[in-house]
């Protein structure tokens, strides 16, 4: 008994071990020694590799807990508008001056704070607009009362219509994008710099040259941004994910929740 309980507590240190390396390697090494802990613990007391299997894969069923709970209620704002608003406190989001200043030194000009509040969620943006190439820049805070975090977008749109993101959002993003929106999701540790060099490489992946760029008036991006929002709505609730309530608000299908729970299951893999 004191032997399985060793190999247990070995296998979870193990896992908090390899968890503390930001390399990929070791972030999949600790994922495989939390579900052979929680595999061991079903094998261990009961000798039966079949309710192993069972208590090791909870873990893949545990956000069913949040969607059957939070997301099924959920009533999402069909229009949601972008107000002025202030910034979160220093406490909240004490990294946001520096971020600032890092965009700043890409040659962005910060240009309006604004947000919205629906439910118990608070957002802010930070936009900014670089006059050089057209980019549009982001810095979002997500305020949900229990959780709050942070990223950062790059965004460049070209003359017919298409839009190309570079962002590192740090969850699986919960709808689907327009098709004329093409991601490119990189990870949270790159500096902004970085950000920047892998935005310029994603452009050149879709031959975006510079004529082929949207030429933008500052005060223009605030009212584009509405506009994606609302396009965005309009077509996850045409892909079936959404369905509407009434008037001004969705709510996520069974389709959707199985899209939610899927792309939790495809971060696992590729995290």
Same mark, same amino acid.
């Given at each position: 008994? $004191?032997? #399985?309980?060793?190999? *247990?507590? =070995? @296998?979870? /240190? ?10 990929? %390697? ?17 094998? $261990?007391? #009961?000798?039966?590799? *079949?309710? =192993? @299997?069972? /208590? ?10 949040? %969607? ?204």
């Amino acid at each position: 008994m $004191l032997s #399985s309980i060793l190999l *247990v507590l =070995g @296998v979870a /240190v193990l896992a908090m071990a390899f968890r503390s390396f930001s390399h990929p %390697i070791f972030q999949r090494l600790s994922l495989l020694c939390i579900l052979g802990t929680s595999f061991l613990v079903g094998y $261990l007391p #009961s000798h039966n590799w *079949v309710i =192993g @299997v069972i /208590v090791g894969s909870l873990w893949l069923f545990l956000p069913w807990l949040e %969607i059957l709970t939070r997301i099924r209620v959920l009533r999402i704002p069909v229009d949601r508008p972008l107000r002025q608003k202030t910034p979160p406190n220093g406490d909240l989001f004490p990294n946001l001056a520096e971020l600032t200043a890092e965009i700043e030194e890409e040659g962005f000009e910060s240009i309006n704070d604004v947000g919205w509040d629906w439910d118990e969620q608070r957002q802010f943006l930070r936009l900014f607009h670089r006059s050089s190439d057209q980019s549009q820049a982001a810095v979002c805070m997500i305020d949900q009362g229990d959780i709050a975090f942070y990223y950062v977008s790059l965004m460049t749109r070209s003359v017919d219509g298409q839009t190309y993101m570079t962002w590192n959002y740090p969850f699986s993003y919960a709808l689907k994008f327009v098709p004329q929106t093409h991601i490119c999701r990189v990870k949270p540790n790159l500096s902004f710099g970085e950000m920047c060099e892998a935005h310029r490489t994603h452009l050149a992946r879709y031959g975006i040259a510079e004529q082929k760029v949207l030429r933008l008036d500052p005060a223009q991006i605030q009212e584009l941004m509405q506009k994606d929002l609302a396009a965005q709505i309009t077509h996850n609730v045409s892909a079936g994910l959404l369905t509407r309530v009434d008037e001004t608000h969705v709510r996520y299908t069974w389709h959707g929740m199985f899209y939610l729970w899927f792309r939790f299951l495809w971060d696992v893999v590729r995290l």
